[in-house]
């Protein structure tokens, strides 16, 4: 059975990325699984990456609208949780920029920043987020 909310396992899939669509897959089906809302904005992204393993246009735009759908929903909902916020820059980030999603780059690195030492999680992983939010901050 799956823990109910393993994010050391959902953080290590993100990580490692999508490099074929059988592990997309299996990631995206690992997460849904799961229990805990803290995997949504891994599970909107990984569905955001699904345009990457398709060949046909329509539907490249309609997994990366989806995915940025649930994503920004889930942020809507969730303004203060900054594990959310570190997603959506990352993604943000990478977006071709045709696509237009990059308006919260900046805001995201400045709140990662201005809220990280409220963050329980572990030193490396606060690490990498303080990282990605200085390499963004305009």
């Not at 891994?42 to 609208?65: G, V």
């Not at 594990?83 to 943000?92: G, I, K």
Request: charged share 30%.
């Amino acid at each position: 059975t799956i823990a109910a909310c393993d994010m050391s396992t959902v953080r290590t899939n993100f990580k490692r990325g999508n490099t074929s669509s059988e592990l997309l897959e299996e990631h995206i089906t690992f997460m849904e699984a799961m229990t805990c809302k803290t995997t949504e904005p891994y599970l909107a992204c990984a569905i955001m990456q699904r345009a990457e393993h398709t060949l046909w246009p329509p539907y490249k735009l309609k997994y990366f609208n989806s995915g940025k759908d649930r994503l920004e929903e889930y942020i809507s909902s969730y303004p203060h949780e900054i594990e959310a916020r570190y997603v959506r820059l990352l993604v943000q980030k990478e977006s071709p920029s045709f696509l237009g999603y990059c308006d919260n780059i900046s805001e995201d690195a400045s709140y990662i920043l201005d809220n990280l030492k409220k963050y329980k999680g572990k030193e490396r992983f606060k690490e990498e987020m303080r990282k990605a939010a200085k390499e963004n901050l305009n």
